[in-house]
């Protein structure tokens, strides 16, 4: 059985940073796609940035230069680092995995980040 458990959100201040992280059970990590999302309030789910089971990382124009993925396989956990946060930034940040040969869709229950201005 497959579980995504987010931590890391809070509240910060414009410009701060922060990490989320993603814990993964029952996921080889080897043939996921694991992705980052947010919705804010309002507005649709976007896509934040994603990381392949080769390594390879691609990122949202808005985040570029500022947000990091990474994945610990001995852990099990993907990360977002968050740097020079701004309040368009604010949202709720959900973790996604896509098994590569099935495409299951597997889906966190999101943690909360707020940035203040």
């Known amino acids: 059985q497959v579980h995504l458990v987010e931590s890391g959100g809070g509240l910060v201040q414009a410009g701060g940073s922060l990490r989320l992280s993603c814990a993964a059970s029952g996921i080889d990590f080897r043939i996921a796609v694991m992705r980052w999302y947010r919705q804010a309030p309002g507005k649709q789910r976007e896509l934040v940035a994603i990381f392949v089971g080769s390594g390879s990382t691609n990122y949202a124009d808005s985040v570029k230069g500022r947000f990091n993925i990474s994945r610990d396989s001995a852990k099990n956990t993907v990360y977002l680092q968050m740097n020079s946060l701004e309040p368009e930034d604010t949202a709720v940040y959900y973790c996604?995995?896509?098994?590569?040969?099935?495409?299951?869709?597997?889906w966190g229950q999101g943690t909360q980040v707020t940035v203040s201005s």
């Open positions: 996604n995995a896509i098994i590569i040969l099935s495409g299951m869709n597997y």
